[in-house]
């Protein structure tokens, strides 16, 4: 029988790449064993071989001298069948854990080493190899398997059919996919496996379930082939390959694995299960299961998008025919150009389309696929014997590469003494002619690949992007790095959880196709943004918010600027992302005549808002009709704050206009379903009342409604507040009243299916919180004139009618300018005012330049002066009242109750405030930390303030600020050491 030596007698060993290091270890053969193939001319060549290139196999031999010399003096192929035949489940089934998985390893070390031999010496050719590491893997998984199960049934949870082979019809099984599915596994592999069990096989009859049972070992399975001892590994796993791992368990059900591949199968899961094959455990119910999949991974009919899908597959690297800019050192030959995996890739890409009619495609193996390719017409000869040569060479690469220290890469070493180390080991006589012959291999196959459906179509982005398996593609996050991504490995992870189908919009196979549509172009415009990280992740949050995504995905398809305007709300807008989050039918008003236009004026908002309600079947459909117009109107006022086409001011009024037409509508269709059930009392009815930034035509993008309600009562009503109105369910007047208030705060505060309206503070009213919800116009002018504070009547120089009888209103509007013009002790007014914002500053801080109401110099200072400057001096000017602080500082310079240059100063100031409110509250939110502050964003703050950058605006604000600061003590006075406690 030849023995290894015998059979490399003749045959060309690659030399010693480190001649030093091979005469080192050859000096620490002492053991007879050693010293014995040493004394063998062939078998010197081999130690000084193994010594000068890998130290891994070094060490294994010199650990090992008995198993070497056997190695050396033996049959190569007879000894690794016995050392196979040696891992028989039967033989290591009832050893304890801590045996078994030193034999394992041992057993891992003696099959490197023979394998190693046989590759080195040329004695196999690549299938051998390959084929040899795949059937030591799978030897490996059935003996932890077969152990795990004994122990399972010893300790009482599953009970196995047939105890002779507890793997038969135990009804768990383990599939192999990848290299190891394919019999290709190389030399320092993980093996994908994928671990099921037929629920209508296992007989579990523990006390938990038979997935918490299956769970557990798989954990024990994975310890026990890849835990390092000092005898080393096993093998590595890898279980991502199942079904969305990052939210199923280890171990599933093959009827809910079944039912993901039929539902949300992708099409590079479907390649990786071409290669799919039963490794381990129950060999019948595995084989049942692949089968029972057959459908899903061959398809005889292949639609449009499923092969666009398979394009972007193709396109996982880039490949350019003719381009030959690839530097050797630092190159990864599997997944760089001209690498393994655009081979594999050449393969599976056809087999994915043509094999589904053609069964005599459905291989496993890859050169078995190219020669298929060949038989059936769709690879020329002369290509598949050029992606044949090199893929044997490149794997040969490979193997020599991981021998060297038993490392699972494919990146080559960069130039210097382990490139040359590398070089001779694969045979070269040295490092250039390595690399000649490398780059002749990946040139060919790089023009192969890039021929490769040169008709696929081009979807509109960089076509290094793809988004298949369980792991970032190099390529890809490089690529997404060079679009503008920060963190490309973030992006990625986001795109293939989108691709799983892990949100309700991607469950469906037409959603996840129109994705993969987009998703270049969508890319693209993300990361054009001002912030691409931050946009990335806020269309995820977008994404899972969204209740479906045919609809979604269909429009941005068809409306590439839309697609635009999204990534730019993303990158630069949090709160238009929300709520285009949580509403997302707000983009179809894009797509309306006008949107990008200032708004149109109060009459075309009504007309508008108008023949939108003729729709309204009832007082609910109402309530959602003006919900949505509302919100699609604000929707639309944000993009052109963003957009720099709308100021603060336009905003403000705009906005205001919105609000105030929502509610005119709205009111009076309260007050009928209210008089539905409590019918009407005599009088003019109830008169809605804002103040606050809607009272003054101020509001911003998240202002809620400062409102009161006031009602009519009628001269001449005997026993009014007693009496009681006409409905079938009669209510007296204060009741009535304060249930109609109620039921309107409620319809425009109350969630339905297209949100709230706005958010309703009340406090203002008389006697604040504790007051009742509506009062009568002679009570609550009494109460204004006896018992309000002076805050009250600094809140009531904003009051403004909204809607009510004209009447009513025009008496309301009478009492308020009453109540302004009355005459008041000019130092009692200024010390409460004073007092007041002493304690406002106590209770808030005023040193933060970003918090520009409350910053000493800042919004409320500004509303102080103006206020204070009317109730000062409206008994003897009624024409200096007005609700808009700008309005009044400008009547208060035209009376000569303020200079020139205050005055302006002021009023520059407060527009400045004005319009850096909105600014914040759109692309910063209510508070804006600092240290937090992106540098887009510093930007965008920086323009909206009109300076050059944003250490000049923080500048700009402070000075801004001390000279409001300033003037507000010049006009009403110093500020008091302590506060006399009047409550705003």
Same mark, same amino acid.
């Given at each position: 029988?030849?023995?290894?030596?015998?059979?490399?007698?003749?045959?060309?060993?690659?030399?010693?790449?480190?001649?030093?290091?091979?005469?080192?270890?050859?000096?620490?053969?002492?053991?007879?064993?050693?010293?014995?193939?040493?004394?063998?001319?062939?078998?010197?060549?081999?130690?000084?071989?193994?010594?000068?290139?890998?130290?891994?196999?070094?060490?294994?031999?010199?650990?090992?001298?008995?198993?070497?010399?056997?190695?050396?003096?033996?049959?190569?192929?007879?000894?690794?069948?016995?050392?196979?035949?040696?891992?028989?489940? !039967?033989?290591?089934?009832?050893?304890?854990?801590?045996?078994?998985?030193?034999?394992?390893?041992?057993?891992?070390?003696?099959?490197?080493?023979?394998?190693?031999?046989?590759?080195?010496?040329?004695?196999?050719?690549?299938?051998?190899?390959?084929?040899?590491?795949?059937?030591?893997?799978?030897?490996?998984?059935?003996?932890?398997?077969?152990?795990?199960?004994?122990?399972?049934?010893?300790?009482?949870?599953?009970?196995?059919?047939?105890?002779?082979?507890?793997?038969?019809?135990?009804?768990?099984?383990?599939?192999?996919?990848?290299?190891?599915?394919?019999?290709?596994?190389?030399?320092?592999?993980?093996? $994908?496996?994928?671990?099921?069990?037929?629920?209508?096989?296992?007989?579990?009859?523990?006390?938990?379930?038979?997935?918490?049972?299956?769970?557990?070992?798989?954990?024990?399975? /994975?310890?026990?082939?890849?835990?390092?001892?000092?005898?080393?590994?096993?093998?590595?796993?890898?279980?991502?390959?199942?079904?969305?791992?990052?939210?199923?368990?280890?171990?599933?059900?093959?009827?809910?694995?079944?039912?993901?591949?039929?539902?949300?199968?992708?099409?590079?899961?479907?390649?990786?299960?071409?290669?799919?094959?039963?490794?381990?455990?129950?060999?019948?119910?595995?084989?049942?299961?692949?089968?029972?999949?057959?459908?899903?991974?061959?398809?005889?009919?292949?639609?449009?998008?499923?092969?666009?899908?398979?394009?972007?597959?193709?396109?996982?690297?880039?490949?350019?025919?003719?381009?030959?800019?690839?530097?050797?050192?630092?190159?990864?030959?599997?997944?760089?150009?001209? &690498?393994?995996?655009?081979?594999?890739?050449?393969?599976?890409?056809?087999?994915?389309?043509?094999?589904?009619?053609?069964?005599?495609?459905?291989?496993?193996?890859?050169?078995?696929?190219?020669?298929?390719?060949?038989?059936?017409?769709?690879?020329?000869?002369? /290509?598949?014997?050029?992606? =044949?040569?090199?893929?044997?060479?490149?794997?040969?690469?490979?193997?020599?590469?991981?021998?060297?220290?038993?490392?699972?890469?494919?990146?080559?070493?960069?130039?210097?003494?382990?490139? $040359?180390?590398?070089?001779?080991?694969?045979?070269?006589?040295?490092?250039?002619?390595?690399?000649?012959?490398?780059?002749?291999?990946?040139?060919?196959?790089?023009?192969?690949?890039?021929?490769?459906?040169?008709?696929?179509?081009?979807?509109? =982005?960089?076509?290094?992007?793809?988004?298949?398996?369980?792991?970032?593609?190099?390529?890809?996050?490089?690529?997404?790095?060079?679009?503008?991504?920060?963190?490309?490995?973030? %992006?990625?992870?986001? %795109?293939?959880?989108?691709?799983?189908?892990?949100?309700?919009?991607?469950?469906?196979?037409?959603?996840?196709?129109?994705?993969?549509?987009?998703?270049?172009?969508?890319?693209?415009?993300?990361?054009?943004?001002?912030?691409?990280?931050?946009?990335?992740?806020?269309?995820?949050?977008?994404?899972?918010?969204?209740?479906?995504?045919?609809?979604?995905?269909?429009?941005?398809?068809?409306?590439?600027?839309?697609?635009?305007?999204?990534?730019?709300?993303?990158?630069?807008?949090?709160?238009?992302?929300?709520?285009?989050?949580?509403?997302?039918?707000?983009?179809?008003?894009?797509?309306?005549?006008?949107?990008?236009?200032? %708004?149109?004026?109060?009459?075309?908002?009504?007309?508008?808002?108008?023949?939108?309600?003729?729709?309204?079947?009832?007082?609910?459909?109402?309530?959602?009709?003006?919900?949505?117009?509302?919100?699609?109107?604000?929707?639309?006022?944000?993009?052109?704050?963003?957009?720099?086409?709308?100021?603060?001011?336009?905003?403000?009024?705009?906005?205001? $206009?919105?609000?105030?037409?929502?509610?005119?509508?709205?009111?009076?269709?309260?007050?009928?379903?209210?008089?539905?059930?409590?019918?009407?009392?005599?009088?003019?009815?109830?008169?809605?009342?804002?103040?606050?930034?809607?009272?003054?035509?101020?509001?911003?993008?998240?202002?809620?409604?400062?409102?009161?309600?006031?009602?009519?009562?009628?001269?001449? /009503?005997?026993?009014?507040?007693?009496?009681?109105? $006409?409905?079938?369910?009669?209510?007296?007047?204060?009741?009535?009243?304060?249930?109609?208030?109620?039921?309107?705060?409620?319809?425009?505060?109350?969630?339905?299916?297209?949100?709230?309206?706005?958010? %309703?503070?009340?406090?203002?009213?008389?006697?604040?919180?504790?007051?009742?919800?509506?009062?009568?116009?002679?009570?609550?002018?009494?109460?204004?004139?006896?018992?309000?504070?002076?805050?009250?009547?600094?809140?009531?120089?904003?009051?403004?009618?909204?809607? =009510?009888?004209? &009447?009513?209103?025009?008496?309301?509007?009478?009492?308020?300018?009453?109540?302004?013009?009355?005459?008041?002790?000019?130092?009692?007014?200024?010390?409460?005012?004073?007092?007041?914002?002493?304690?406002?500053?106590?209770?808030?801080?005023?040193?933060?330049?970003?918090?520009?109401?409350?910053?000493?110099?800042?919004?409320?200072?500004?509303?102080?002066?103006?206020?204070?400057?009317?109730?000062?001096?409206?008994?003897?000017?009624?024409?200096?009242?007005?609700?808009?602080?700008?309005?009044?500082?400008?009547?208060?310079?035209?009376?000569?109750?303020?200079?020139?240059?205050?005055?302006?100063?002021?009023?520059?100031? =407060?527009?400045?405030?004005?319009?850096?409110?909105?600014?914040?509250?759109?692309?910063?939110?209510? !508070?804006?930390?600092?240290?937090?502050?992106?540098?887009?964003?510093?930007?965008?703050?920086?323009?909206?303030?009109?300076?050059?950058?944003?250490?000049?605006?923080?500048?700009?604000?402070?000075?801004?600020?001390?000279?409001?600061?300033?003037?507000?003590?010049?006009?009403? &006075?110093?500020?008091?050491?302590?506060?006399?406690?009047?409550?705003?």
């Amino acid at each position: 029988m030849p023995t290894l030596l015998s059979l490399l007698a003749d045959r060309p060993l690659p030399e010693p790449g480190d001649p030093s290091q091979a005469e080192l270890h050859l000096s620490q053969c002492t053991e007879p064993e050693l010293a014995e193939i040493a004394a063998d001319p062939t078998g010197l060549c081999l130690l000084k071989s193994v010594f000068g290139n890998s130290p891994f196999l070094a060490r294994c031999l010199l650990r090992d001298p008995a198993f070497a010399r056997q190695l050396a003096f033996s049959d190569p192929e007879s000894l690794f069948s016995t050392l196979i035949q040696e891992l028989h489940p !039967k033989a290591l089934i009832d050893l304890e854990e801590s045996v078994l998985m030193q034999r394992l390893r041992i057993a891992r070390r003696r099959a490197a080493l023979s394998i190693a031999a046989c590759d080195i010496g040329g004695l196999w050719h690549l299938e051998k190899l390959t084929g040899a590491l795949s059937q030591f893997a799978d030897a490996a998984v059935r003996a932890a398997v077969s152990h795990l199960l004994y122990r399972s049934a010893a300790g009482g949870e599953l009970d196995l059919p047939d105890r002779e082979d507890l793997e038969r019809d135990s009804g768990f099984f383990v599939l192999a996919l990848g290299k190891l599915g394919a019999y290709e596994l190389n030399y320092s592999s993980d093996i $994908d496996l994928i671990l099921l069990y037929d629920q209508a096989k296992v007989r579990y009859v523990g006390r938990r379930s038979a997935q918490e049972c299956f769970v557990k070992l798989a954990r024990n399975l /994975v310890r026990i082939l890849q835990d390092a001892t000092p005898d080393g590994y096993v093998c590595r796993v890898d279980l991502r390959l199942r079904p969305d791992p990052a939210s199923t368990p280890l171990v599933m059900s093959a009827l809910a694995a079944e039912t993901y591949y039929e539902g949300m199968g992708q099409n590079w899961e479907r390649a990786a299960m071409i290669k799919a094959r039963v490794s381990a455990g129950d060999e019948q119910a595995g084989k049942l299961f692949l089968l029972q999949l057959r459908p899903f991974v061959w398809r005889k009919h292949l639609d449009f998008y499923a092969i666009q899908d398979i394009h972007s597959i193709k396109r996982q690297i880039h490949a350019v025919k003719g381009f030959r800019n690839v530097a050797v050192a630092g190159h990864n030959i599997k997944v760089g150009r001209g &690498g393994i995996r655009e081979i594999e890739f050449f393969a599976q890409t056809q087999q994915l389309i043509w094999g589904g009619r053609n069964p005599d495609l459905r291989t496993q193996a890859t050169l078995d696929t190219l020669e298929g390719l060949v038989a059936f017409g769709r690879t020329k000869r002369d /290509v598949a014997d050029d992606l =044949g040569a090199a893929y044997r060479y490149l794997r040969h690469v490979e193997h020599r590469l991981q021998m060297m220290e038993d490392q699972q890469t494919q990146t080559l070493p960069q130039i210097g003494p382990t490139l $040359d180390v590398l070089a001779k080991f694969c045979g070269h006589k040295d490092t250039n002619d390595f690399e000649l012959t490398l780059l002749e291999h990946m040139a060919k196959v790089e023009d192969h690949y890039a021929e490769l459906f040169e008709e696929a179509p081009d979807l509109g =982005g960089p076509s290094n992007l793809v988004f298949t398996g369980t792991e970032d593609d190099p390529g890809t996050v490089q690529s997404l790095q060079q679009m503008g991504f920060p963190d490309g490995s973030l %992006v990625s992870g986001f %795109v293939r959880d989108w691709h799983r189908g892990r949100y309700r919009a991607t469950r469906s196979a037409r959603a996840r196709e129109l994705l993969t549509e987009l998703m270049p172009r969508l890319l693209q415009a993300l990361a054009g943004t001002a912030d691409a990280d931050l946009a990335i992740r806020r269309f995820d949050n977008f994404l899972q918010a969204l209740p479906a995504g045919v609809q979604i995905f269909s429009l941005l398809y068809s409306n590439p600027g839309l697609l635009d305007l999204v990534a730019e709300i993303m990158g630069s807008a949090p709160l238009l992302a929300d709520r285009l989050s949580r509403r997302p039918a707000l983009l179809e008003s894009v797509l309306t005549a006008g949107f990008f236009e200032p %708004v149109p004026q109060r009459q075309a908002l009504n007309e508008d808002i108008e023949r939108q309600l003729e729709q309204a079947l009832n007082f609910e459909d109402a309530l959602d009709i003006v919900r949505r117009w509302t919100k699609d109107r604000q929707f639309q006022i944000g993009v052109r704050l963003l957009r720099g086409t709308a100021d603060g001011e336009e905003a403000g009024s705009a906005l205001s $206009d919105i609000a105030d037409i929502a509610l005119s509508q709205l009111f009076p269709r309260a007050i009928v379903e209210f008089e539905r059930q409590h019918g009407k009392l005599p009088g003019r009815g109830l008169a809605l009342v804002a103040l606050g930034k809607l009272g003054s035509r101020e509001m911003t993008v998240t202002s809620d409604l400062d409102l009161i309600f006031i009602y009519d009562i009628p001269a001449g /009503v005997a026993d009014w507040d007693t009496a009681l109105s $006409d409905g079938s369910k009669p209510l007296a007047p204060i009741t009535y009243y304060a249930r109609i208030a109620q039921r309107f705060i409620n319809a425009i505060s109350a969630m339905t299916g297209e949100g709230g309206l706005f958010e %309703v503070d009340m406090r203002l009213r008389p006697s604040g919180a504790s007051g009742p919800i509506a009062s009568g116009l002679q009570p609550f002018e009494k109460y204004q004139t006896e018992e309000a504070w002076t805050w009250e009547h600094m809140a009531l120089t904003r009051a403004r009618v909204i809607c =009510g009888d004209p &009447g009513l209103t025009a008496d309301c509007e009478t009492v308020f300018r009453r109540i302004l013009t009355r005459p008041r002790d000019p130092q009692k007014l200024a010390a409460d005012i004073l007092d007041m914002r002493l304690r406002m500053a106590q209770q808030y801080r005023g040193d933060n330049i970003w918090d520009l109401k409350f910053l000493r110099g800042g919004q409320v200072d500004l509303d102080f002066i103006a206020q204070y400057l009317q109730l000062r001096h409206a008994h003897e000017h009624p024409e200096i009242l007005a609700r808009d602080g700008g309005q009044v500082l400008e009547r208060a310079r035209d009376l000569k109750l303020l200079d020139d240059k205050t005055a302006d100063q002021l009023m520059a100031i =407060g527009k400045l405030w004005r319009q850096l409110q909105q600014t914040i509250r759109l692309v910063v939110g209510a !508070k804006v930390e600092e240290a937090k502050l992106r540098e887009p964003t510093r930007r965008q703050l920086a323009q909206s303030g009109g300076a050059d950058d944003f250490k000049a605006l923080k500048k700009l604000i402070k000075k801004r600020a001390a000279a409001v600061h300033a003037a507000y003590h010049a006009i009403i &006075g110093p500020e008091p050491t302590t506060s006399k406690g009047e409550t705003p």
